[in-house]
């Protein structure tokens, strides 16, 4: 899984601009889908399992990453740029940002007397040109970069630039490979604009129109040194969302993946996150409203260039997914 997991961190895909990662996706898991097909804003969606099943379950994990977008262009080859989903201007400082063309940069800042007036407006990305005809060569006027980074595989944790959320693709592909026969019909989508605002999930889920909806993503951890206090950490399991900003989980589908957890022997823990959000956000409001959840991975450094995960958590992701897939859902009402 880990060779799968590097050629999904390490692609291209920021919101919006998500084609290079979706081929990656495609790709791989093309063996193991009755289905596929891409839609309207480009949401990648599989579907699995028999027609006729009781039930539709729907798992959606984005592809999109967080990262850049070229505002300026000025006469020396600098370019100024904006965000695409939340970055913090100091964690981008000195970072080196790929486009889709493959150039790279590196980020730049105007003089600040303190760290507090480091705004994005301050920055600047440097690709190495030196006037604005040059630039304009390689970058144009709206086209986005994400961090560039490799993997490191550091055995039990794995660090990456983009672990939101292809760690959460990651586990829907490995979840597909390892499904026999499912009991449910599994609509797997892969999509698009979440860090912009759950835009891709939000018409997925009214195109699939599932049973029951449930986001595959990251969430934060609490375990390092005088860090927000949050009851989630590396190493303790899958972690079971109860609440964030964009979702309270509905009581069926939180209960039925502590039992299945339970029932299965997979390591767990319970998330409440204060910030924050999910596809499962987008899902459930979906129609009359779809009873979701979220199976999270727990993560550190969110939205940095070194976001960093624990590979046993990732397994009891996909063990639980797994089980989802295979369960009876006829307790859950609409
Ligand atoms: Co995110
Ligand atoms: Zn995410």
Do not use: W
Not at 37 to 64: C, K, Q, V, W
Not at 137 to 152: C, N, Q
Not at 257 to 262: F, H, I, Q, S, V
């Amino acid at each position: 899984m880990k060779e799968m997991i590097r050629r999904f961190v390490e692609e291209f895909g920021v919101a919006g601009h998500e084609e290079p990662i979706r081929k990656v996706i495609a790709d791989e898991i093309a063996g193991c889908t009755d289905d596929m097909y891409t839609d309207t804003l480009g949401n990648l969606i599989a579907t699995r399992g028999p027609e006729d099943a009781d039930a539709t379950l729907m798992f959606s994990a984005h592809m999109d990453e967080i990262g850049l977008i070229v505002t300026h262009i000025d006469e020396d080859g600098f370019l100024r740029f904006s965000n695409i989903g939340g970055i913090q201007p100091h964690r981008m400082l000195d970072e080196r940002v790929v486009f889709a063309s493959g150039r790279i940069g590196t980020v730049g800042s105007e003089r600040v007397d303190k760290i507090q007036n480091l705004k994005m407006e301050k920055l600047f990305i440097d690709i190495g040109c030196t006037s604005r005809d040059e630039a304009r060569r390689y970058v144009e006027v709206g086209d986005a970069a994400s961090f560039h980074r490799p993997l490191v595989d550091m055995e039990d944790r794995l660090l990456s630039k983009a672990m939101d959320d292809r760690i959460g693709c990651a586990v829907l592909a490995q979840t597909l490979k390892e499904l026999d026969n499912p009991r449910n019909r599994i609509a797997a989508v892969f999509s698009v604009q979440e860090e912009v605002g759950l835009r891709g999930a939000r018409t997925a889920a009214y195109q699939v129109r599932p049973d029951l909806g449930i986001a595959l993503d990251v969430t934060g951890s609490g375990d390092t040194p005088k860090a927000r206090r949050l009851d989630v950490s590396l190493g303790g399991g899958a972690a079971i969302k109860i609440m964030d900003r964009s979702l309270i989980a509905h009581p069926g589908v939180k209960q039925l993946l502590l039992d299945l957890a339970e029932g299965n022997d997979i390591k767990h823990q319970r998330e409440v996150l204060e910030f924050g959000g999910t596809d499962a956000g987008a899902i459930h409001l979906s129609r009359s409203g779809i009873p979701s959840g979220c199976i999270s991975i727990p993560t550190r450094y969110l939205h940095g260039p070194s976001e960093m995960v624990d590979y046993g958590d990732v397994r009891a992701c996909v063990d639980l997914s797994r089980a989802l897939c295979n369960a009876d859902l006829s307790g859950i009402s609409r």
